[in-house]
């Protein structure tokens, strides 16, 4: 469950400098889709605040695969600490399908919230 996606995010995360203005892979995501496939992604930190986060870029990846259902997800800092996903990637998830409320996602503190929990008194309610 959460193992295999912790796996999966640990290989992706490969923190570099691209250039004087961009770095990135200091975070990854990794998230499992209704299917059972796992999709992957990292952080790209720009001037100007034109990155994005590992989350926003895993489902990316899942959305090139043509899948919208996210069962389970974690992200991972370069010390192999559990990240909760900001507030943009949480609503961004929320919208790609109204399923994604009851994805599960590991925290830092150990436990386990659905994406609902981390969403309270969600405007598309
Ligand atoms: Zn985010």
Known sequence: ?????TSEASKVIN?????RFAE???VAAALETVSGAIY???????????????????AADML????TQVVRMVALDKDGNYLSPCGRCREFLSQLDEKNSEMEILLANGNV?????????DWKN
């Open 64 to 67: 090139k695969h043509g899948e």
């Open 24 to 26: 990135g892979g200091q």
């Open 40 to 58: 992957t992604g990292i952080c790209i930190d720009t001037a100007c605040s034109m990155g994005f986060c590992a989350e926003h870029a895993a």
């Open 15 to 19: 923190p570099k400098e691209y250039s």
């Open 113 to 121: 919230y659905t994406l609902r929990e981390l969403l309270p008194f």
């Open 1 to 5: 469950m959460f193992e295999k996606l």
